[in-house]
């Protein structure tokens, strides 16, 4: 029984998924469509990052980094403002995904290192803000673009002329919200140097770190990088694949059915398409906070031909709830294993900032 208690302690956001799978399999139950629910490539990239990033961290790849920015950077107001926006402009390359996988785990590290043990969860929950809104930006940043991209076979035009106005907004919100978030003098430090230990693994690693981004963007099959990423750690470190959180996947797995069931029930369809004849901008930022934004990007973009206020809505809708974007779960599950984690707090505020950005574009986006 304690052991029972201490997993769904542990895993309390993999529990809720389940829960909630098991509910809508009750609506619709399990046929040959469910072979076709699991978006395998993205749970493999998420598999192989995980590895690739616990190596890094295992040759202190982390410990050099904070030692080579705060050689550099002695200003807290300077430090808050490169934390928060080294993932929204990575993420319109890498996708948010990506970006909170690396950034996430580092800037732990970081602010550990530092004394700055309070300023963590406002720190991630900005960067996590920031990895949704900078994917926005570009067509191969996040799913949802990719998709809509594709599926009403827009011009760079077209696709900019939507989300560079929204992508600007949320640069001056996020590099003023980011401000005050450390102290404007660090605590001081007697900096020791730091050094990468096992160069040739660094290269390995470095290299796997590459081949995944050539996975991203879809020039390496995501079959093919998974063997190679997995046959190099056993090789290298095979205690790292002890490191990857499958838990973090079978999450994703969770959501996968929860949203793809909702989507062939016929009164939430319905329900949608009703909603779409008023407003496809809020249905799209609704139907983001309940079946998060990929999900609903493919679910309403079969009703509508209204692809400017779908691909706006399903951007910003991307803050709200953890569901909003599953990339958000990645942050909270980082956040979750890090010892003396405040789940309550990092709620709260996570609660608060997507609310806050969500009302500040969902206004600037009804008035554009």
Known sequence: MKKIKSFIQKETVL???A??????????????????YIDWRVLCLLLCLMAVVAGFKSLGAFDWLTYQLLRRIKSGRVLGVTLVLLPFFCSMVVTNDV???VFVPFTLALLAGLGCEKAMVPVIVLQTVAANLGSMATPVGNPQNLYLYAAYSLSAGEFFSVVLPL???SLGALTAASV???PRVLPRQDLEEKRIAGPGKMAVYGALFVLCLLTVFRVVPY????AIVVAALFVADRKLLKEIDFMLLLTFVCFFVVSENLGRVEA?????QSLLSGSTLLTAVGASQVISNVPAAVLLSGFTDSWRELLAGVNIGGLGTPIASLASLITLKLYMRWPGAKIGKFLAVFTVANVAGL???LGFGLLF
Request: proline share 7%; hydrophobic share 60%; aromatic share 4%.
């Open 15 to 17: 529990c809720i998924a």
């Open 19 to 36: 829960l909630c799978a098991l509910a809508t399999v009750a609506l619709v139950p399990p046929d040959r469509e469910y072979l076709h």
């Open 99 to 101: 970006a909170l996988i």
């Open 167 to 169: 992508t600007a907004v």
């Open 180 to 182: 005050p978030v450390l």
């Open 223 to 226: 079959q093919l990088t998974t």
């Open 268 to 272: 939430v369809r319905s329900f949608l």
């Open 359 to 361: 009302a500040l574009l």
